[in-house]
């Protein structure tokens, strides 16, 4: 089982940036992708930005060219850097771990961002 602590999340005006960070422990090495998705009031959970265990990434559309999703083998963490943010970036962001990027199967309790 992966443990998984956000942190990070905050207030920022529009075409700021923030960057999320993503602690992971526990059955690291049974985890080949990490992600991060996010759930703003009133839509469904959507995924932002993936990273698989030799370290391709799989962005959204959406955030596209603005986020960019990284991690720290050494440091057994997750980041999410999201520049030129916008209102429509605002969620609490929650970051995953699963053994594939078709199914996660540990979540992290969620840090809110939100965007004025």
């Known amino acids: 089982h992966v443990q998984l602590v956000e942190s990070g999340g905050g207030s920022v005006q529009a075409g700021g940036s923030l960057r999320l960070s993503c602690s992971v422990s526990g059955s690291v090495s049974s985890t080949n992708c990490l992600g991060w998705f996010r759930q703003a009031p009133g839509k469904e959970r959507e995924g932002v930005a993936f990273i698989r265990g030799g370290g391709s990434t799989i962005y959204a559309d959406s955030v596209k060219g603005r986020f960019t999703i990284s991690k720290d083998n050494a440091k057994n963490t997750l980041y999410l850097q999201m520049n030129n943010l916008t209102p429509d970036d605002t969620a609490i962001y929650y970051c995953?771990?699963?053994?594939?990027?078709?199914?996660?199967?540990?979540w992290g309790q969620g840090t809110q961002v939100t965007v004025s």
């Open positions: 995953a771990a699963g053994y594939a990027c078709a199914g996660f199967n540990s």
